[in-house]
């Protein structure tokens, strides 16, 4: 027996279309949803709604479906959500085949802590990689433990899951390691307040001389 987040899905191929019944079927706890690709004609379906809300909380989710008794894989492609609800309205699903390459972004985690003082910039969310359809990586992950203020860390310097190549041009900048501007600021601060201290006493000493 399937549960809820079995990456199976039954889905409904559904003929009538427009916003009132796309609402209708939301309000059934079913996601309106189109499958295309592989030079398929575009297959407008209807989805569990709860099921498949679970299984697109992984980047780059591939959802087994079966349409009108058939087996097929697909990426989750897009999903548009409600901007204030956060309702999932619509999911467009791309066919897809096992063994087939194809291009995702993945996202980047950053593990660890730099230098004291330092901060890990993230300046590239995603990656972008060619990878088997059925072998997507959830994330990719970046170390930055005790690294110095400076350091900088390229998609070229990524170490890649087995199997992936990249696809984002090597030199793009992925994590960048910098004292905080706050830090800065204060330590300039501290600068111009000794200087200044400095050169009170400095008068101070000259008047007493005289």
């Given at each position: 027996?399937?549960?809820?987040?079995?990456?199976?899905?039954?889905?409904?191929?559904?003929?009538?279309?427009?916003?009132?019944?796309?609402r209708r079927?939301?309000?059934?706890?079913?996601?309106?949803?189109?499958?295309?690709?592989?030079?398929?004609?575009?297959?407008?379906?209807?989805?569990?709604?709860?099921?498949?809300?679970?299984?697109?909380?992984?980047?780059?989710?591939?959802?087994?479906?079966?349409?009108?008794?058939?087996?097929?894989?697909?990426?989750?492609?897009?999903?548009?959500?409600?901007?204030?609800?956060?309702?999932?309205?619509?999911?467009?699903?791309?066919?897809v085949k096992?063994?087939?390459?194809?291009?995702?972004?993945?996202?980047?985690?950053?593990?660890?802590?730099?230098?004291?003082?330092?901060?890990?910039?993230?300046?590239?969310?995603?990656?972008?990689?060619?990878?088997?359809?059925?072998?997507?990586?959830?994330?990719?992950?970046?170390?930055?433990?005790?690294?110095?203020?400076?350091?900088?860390?390229?998609?070229?310097?990524?170490?890649?899951?087995?199997?992936?190549?990249?696809?984002?041009?090597?030199?793009?900048?992925?994590?960048?390691?910098?004292?905080?501007?706050?830090?800065?600021?204060?330590?300039?601060?501290?600068?111009a307040a000794?200087?200044?201290?400095?050169?009170?006493?400095?008068?101070?000493?000259?008047?007493?001389?005289?």
């Open positions: 027996m399937s549960t809820e987040t079995d990456t199976k899905v039954i889905a409904e191929v559904r003929e009538n279309f427009g916003k009132g019944f796309a079927l939301r309000a059934a706890g079913r996601i309106p949803a189109v499958i295309y690709g592989h030079g398929t004609d575009p297959v407008h379906v209807a989805l569990p709604g709860h099921q498949v809300s679970l299984l697109i909380r992984r980047a780059n989710a591939v959802l087994e479906l079966e349409v009108a008794g058939r087996e097929q894989l697909a990426l989750v492609k897009d999903v548009q959500k409600d901007p204030v609800h956060q309702i999932i309205e619509h999911i467009d699903l791309l066919v096992k063994g087939e390459k194809i291009q995702v972004d993945v996202p980047i985690i950053v593990n660890g802590e730099p230098a004291v003082g330092t901060i890990a910039n993230l300046d590239s969310a995603t990656i972008s990689l060619e990878v088997e359809a059925t072998h997507i990586p959830e994330h990719v992950e970046v170390d930055v433990e005790g690294l110095e203020d400076g350091t900088h860390i390229t998609a070229a310097d990524l170490k890649l899951p087995q199997g992936a190549s990249l696809v984002t041009e090597p030199e793009t900048l992925v994590v960048a390691v910098s004292v905080p501007a706050s830090t800065l600021a204060a330590e300039d601060e501290i600068a000794d200087e200044a201290a400095a050169e009170t006493q400095a008068a101070s000493s000259e008047a007493a001389a005289e």
